[in-house]
C-alpha cells in the first residue's frame, strides 16, 4: 500500500543530518545518472543543497559500477547522495563509503537492502518503482523535506517520470508518487494538465514532422516517413501554414485534430495493432507554462526528450544547466545535441532492421546485436523503440553494444502487448552476476554491463528465465 506520509517521515528524519553537515562545510557529492529521469533527480537534490549555501558537487555517470565507486570514494568528499542508481551495489557502497552516502531511487532492491538505514526506495514505500514512482519524484519529495518553497522543482519530477515511460495510467497519465508530485508541481500553476494529442514535437514541429517523428505508439507506414506525411496531409486539404508559417499539432482546432485522427485512421487501415495505436494517440498532456511556446521545454514530454539526449550524447552537463534553469546557452546547445541524437537513433534502428542476421528470435524472446552500428549510449530508446513497433511489442527484446575496455552494455525491454510474466529487472541482475557482470532495473526494462567474452552464456542464461 503506497505510504507518502512515511516517505515524507523518513525524509524528515534524514535531512536534518543532512542540513547539518552542509552548513558546517561538508563537501557533499551527488551522484546521478545520464538519462533524464538522472538529470532531473540529481538536480533537484543539487538545486535544493545547494539554495541552502550547501558546499555541494554533482556529478553524472552513464553507470555505476566498481571502478566508478573507487573513484568516488577516493575523491574527498564527506558525504555521497546517489539518485536514481545505487540500489543494486549497496553493499559495494557501504564497502567503499561506510555510511557516509544515501541511495534515493525506484529501481528494484534486494530484500536484504530493502531497509537499510542508507537507502530510501520507491518500493519500501508501497510503490511500484517501475511505474508510479520515477527517482525524479522520489528526489522532489526529499527537496520538499528541505525546504517546502522548493515546490518550483516539482515540474523536474513530471519531466523525469514522463522520460522514464511511467506515464502507464489510464490515458497514458502518471499515477502514485509521480501523480503527487505532478499535483505539487499544478498547484505551483507552473504545469497544467489536459487530455489531447501526444504526438512527438506537438508543440514546436510541424504537423507532418510531428506525426513522423512518433514512434509511441508506433505509427506503420508513417512514423520515420516524412515525406510520405507530408504528401498524406496535402492530397486531404489539412490546412499546414498560416501564411509562411508551419502550424504545430498544439495550435488545431479541436476539430482539426478529430480530423487529423481520421486521415490517420485511413492510412492505418486493417493493419494489425492499428485500432491500439489510435487509441495510443490521446492522453494526458503535461504543459509547463511558463516555457516559451516554441522550445521543446514547452510539453514535459519533449523536455524529457531533449534531457535524454543531452544525457546519451555525452553532454549531460547541458541537461543540467537546463534543469537548473539556464534558458540561453545551454538551450541553443541541447537543440544540436537533440538534432544529433535523433539523427544517430534513426541510423542504428536503420542499420538493424535492414540486416536481419541481427535480429534472432526464440518464440517471445528477441536478440538484437547493436555491436559496431549502435553506441552504447543509444541502446536503450533504440530498444524502446523496436519494442513499439508492429513486429516487437509483443515480444520480450534484449540488445547489446559495445561498451569500453572489453565489455558489453545490454538494454532489455518488454512490449506493451508481451502477454507473459517475467521481470527483467531480476532476469538481468541474476544473469549478469552469473558471468561476473551487474544488472538490474525494473520488470518491464531493465540492463547490464558484461564481460564481452561471457555474451553467449549469459544470452542463454536470459533465454532459459524468460522461456522457462
Known sequence: MADLDGLRARYQGIVPGILGAATSGKKILVVTHIDADGLCSGSTVFASLMRKGANVTLRTVPDLDLKTIEQISGAGYDFHIFTDLGSALVSELQAALGERFLVIDHHQISE???????????????????????????AYFFSEAVDPANRDLA?????????????????????GLNRSAMEAARSTGLLAASTDLLFTGRETRPVHEAVALTSTPFLKGLTGSKDAVLAMLHQSGMKLKDGGTWR??????????????EIIAGALGAEEGSTEALAGLFGEIYVLRFEDAFTPLRDAREFGTLLNSCGRMGAAGVGV??????????LKDAMKVLAAYRLGINKALEGITSNRSRIEGHGNLVFVNGEGIVDEKLLGPVISILTSSPEFRAKVVIGTAASQGSEVKVSSRVGDSFDGSVNLGAIMREAAEAVQGVGGGHEMAAGAKIPSSAVGTFSKAVEARVLS
Open 248 to 261: 504545430t499539432i498544439s495550435s488545431l482546432s479541436d476539430e482539426e485534430k478529430k480530423g487529423l485522427t
Open 321 to 330: 544547466s537546463i534543469c537548473l534553469g539556464d534558458r540561453s546557452q545551454a
Open 155 to 175: 515540474p523536474l519530477a513530471v519531466v523525469g517520470a514522463l522520460a522514464d515511460r511511467q506515464d502507464s495510467g489510464e490515458g497514458r497519465s502518471l499515477t
Open 112 to 138: 536484504a537492502d530493502m531497509g537499510k538505514p542508507v537507502v530510501v526506495n520507491a518500493w519500501n514505500y508501497g510503490y511500484d518503482g517501475g511505474r508510479e514512482a520515477c527517482s525524479s519524484a522520489m
